[in-house]
């Protein structure tokens, strides 16, 4: 292992920013690039060498990174803006370097870049695609978890250096070369796209109930409506303004991985109704001029007021019985979350239990995940028992998100995740049996 | 028949102003009543009798039309509010009249009055459920469509009236008893519902697109896109805020009758993906504040600025091309509307040839529901050759539509319905040939 070959990095945002520092932190000389200046002077601070152009930072560089936030910005610094040029990366990295594409970026476009490598004549060139997720926190603490692709012999010299970005058990290798990678980072994105939207959705209703915040909150970390991203973005949500301006992740961010998911859905005919009714209510946030600001603030199209204002009046009995409500919301829309991530997952060839093991404990993990996704993917498999019996039963997520979704109309509650997994569970019922498991869902997705 | 036979009249709004307007103009004698005061003056002012009270509308009246804005008023007006009590009209109408409730409920609601008349010892009445639709002119026109259904007798004694009210060929007797009216007016609005907002989904999308709205409005107009609803909104969408406020049509009324879809649909398990979506965005400019407006201001939600003021800078081709986009995205919803109000109709065993029939020339008529439409029918009849051959194909209406829909991406144009439709017709297509016509689409739907 070259333990402290120099490595060139461009994209110094939130997350490139820790990556390229923590890498620096333990050792390795890093050279970056950023278009913008103050990002560069951090760098700089926290010990970082700034390149003064992009294309410098990758002179004599056996490894580089690409951190950039689209394909487009990657195409650009990859391969350089003016037809036959040669002002990108590529046309600068020495022999048998490593590149790392740590961009979410459409599978089609990792491919892509695999193909046009070959095409400019830098086959030599070791390309791997490995988009990472887990935050701005754990990319600077080198705990990300990184779902890597590409030639064996790639990911073997690449290995060292993915492995020092990310946690012990969440360097994900999945099988199938370059698109692999970015591939499972979609089907993850998924849940991701959906939950972080259910959060609104969720909160915004319990407003609408009467039900004070805090109460919702403990109701849904301490019970089975939890998932990760509704006990993350429900902090920021009861939080507020503050917390919005700029907060920790904004509405652009995921609304790019979102368009990933239902443009590469798109394009193999797959539908995705759940993160395509995410993406256009996304859209209206960003029509209202959210864009820059956290997600969390998407709440604001469900309830316009602050939801932590909302104080609850009514008894316990009462209580119980609209927190109940607010939960079997979410449990219905996890399942279909976990039913439409699964099943795409299973469109573009992905090692299920590979998904199943890298979400379960990652953004995108929820106890419904954890139980029914488990069960969805033995039954895909072929293990029929799947669709019956065991766990939560069809029939009763979808009598629970009914009665939720009648309360919404009721309080004139805008309720389009709820609404729309409400359809696909009808659709799943159709040709259900009585005592169909709630796995069966799945099988509306499943091509 | 009873031709000048005196006349009851409640709920003296847009509509029902005009109904009894109409019928005192003809000769009739009718004492009508409302609760806001300046309407009652108006009334009289047109030659009506103004009632002093809901009661006092109600004595000696051998015929009595309800035109209350919804089932909550309809109740109190009918039957009062006070537990046991006799504040409603029932309670003063005169040994065997004829009641009609021409005001749109749930057909549920219709059969409940039915069958409250019968438990409070007023079974004489002759009732009839028969909501009407062709909007405020032709309320006064007395030139209304009306979906009357009730027992035979009933609708003999009313028919006179019936007929004073609508045009000639647009009184339909709904087989099926009291509901039956409602649940056709219902499956019409399934088309209203979905139409009225694609109107502003279809003009915002053409706004972002750099499209002048005449333009756009002549391709709809004269073109294979046409739909009474788009072509009468699209009058209003262009002509901006003036136009909207008060407007013609408020968003609360269409809001209304989707929730009647909506509610109904899910007591019976039917999935209405189309209607819950466009009610998810009715909710959406409901909480903007845009309740009292009329609907097709919900452009706003689409494109933030006038659409009028966007000018077209392309050549003549990519004009061309940009407005085949719209009408690909307008095609693909049409589809979509016509399965849905068709499927759910049959789901309710309304006589399919009928709501053909009505709608065709109705608000909800479009080209694509009188061709795709009659094929669906047809098909749902038995008919297998519906489904191939014939007509639109399947497979170039969602590929029309998933051209629009990622353009709306690029565009960050929100698309609820586009979205919708495009997950459901990739569903259809999963089972349906390579051929197969655009009507399989309704199998998606149908139970």
Not at 69 to 85: D, I, K, R, Y
Request: aromatic share 6%.
């Amino acid at each position: 292992m070259p333990s402290k070959a120099p490595i060139g990095f461009c994209g110094l945002g939130a997350m490139g920013m820790g990556m390229a520092t923590h890498l620096v932190k333990t050792g390795h000389q890093v050279k970056g690039f950023d278009l913008y200046r103050p990002s560069l002077q951090r760098f700089e601070a926290a010990g970082g060498t700034p390149s003064p152009s992009l294309l410098n930072s990758a002179v004599d560089m056996p490894f580089y990174i690409v951190m950039v936030a689209t394909a487009v910005q990657a195409q650009s610094a990859l391969f350089g803006t003016a037809e036959g040029g040669d002002e990108g990366i590529v046309h600068k990295l020495p022999q048998n370097a490593v590149l790392l594409l740590c961009s979410t970026v459409p599978a089609s476009y990792a491919v892509s870049v695999e193909r046009e490598l070959k095409e400019i004549g830098r086959g030599d060139i070791f390309f791997i695609d490995s988009p990472v997720s887990g935050g701005a926190f754990r990319a600077a603490d080198g705990t990300l978890s990184i779902m890597a692709g590409g030639a064996t012999a790639a990911l073997e010299k690449g290995m060292w250096l993915l492995e020092a970005m990310s946690a012990p058990k969440k360097l994900f290798v999945v099988e199938g070369g370059i698109g692999a990678g970015s591939n499972m980072k979609m089907a993850h994105q998924v849940l991701a796209a959906i939950q972080i939207l259910v959060t609104g959705e969720a909160y915004g209703f319990a407003a609408r109930l009467g039900l004070d915040a805090e109460s919702v909150r403990k109701e849904i970390v301490e019970g089975e409506a939890w998932s990760w991203m509704v006990e993350d973005r429900g902090r920021r949500v009861i939080a507020g303004l503050d917390a919005w301006r700029p907060g920790v992740s904004a509405l652009t961010i995921i609304l790019k991985d979102t368009s990933i998911i239902t443009s590469s859905a798109r394009l193999c005919n797959f539908p995705v109704p759940m993160a395509s009714a995410a993406e256009q209510v996304y859209f209206s946030g960003l029509s209202q001029g959210f864009g820059s600001e956290d997600d969390a603030g998407m709440v604001r199209l469900y309830y316009p007021g602050p939801v932590a204002d909302v104080k609850c009046t009514v008894d316990k009995e009462a209580k119980a019985a609209k927190l109940k409500l607010v939960v079997n919301m979410l449990i219905g829309i996890y399942v279909c979350a976990t039913a439409e991530s699964i099943a795409f997952a299973q469109r573009v060839n992905l090692p299920l239990d590979q998904l199943h093991e890298l979400a379960v404990d990652a953004a995108g993990g929820s106890h419904v995940f954890r139980e029914v996704g488990a069960q969805m993917i033995k039954g895909l498999k072929g293990d029929a028992s799947a669709w019956s019996g065991l766990g939560k039963r069809l029939e009763d997520v979808t009598q629970g998100l009914s009665e939720a979704a009648s309360e919404a109309q009721n309080l004139k509650c805008p309720a389009f995740l709820t609404n729309t997994a409400l359809s696909m569970l009808m659709l799943a019922k159709r040709t259900a049996d009585k005592d169909a498991s709630a796995a069966t869902a799945v099988k509306v997705w499943k091509s």
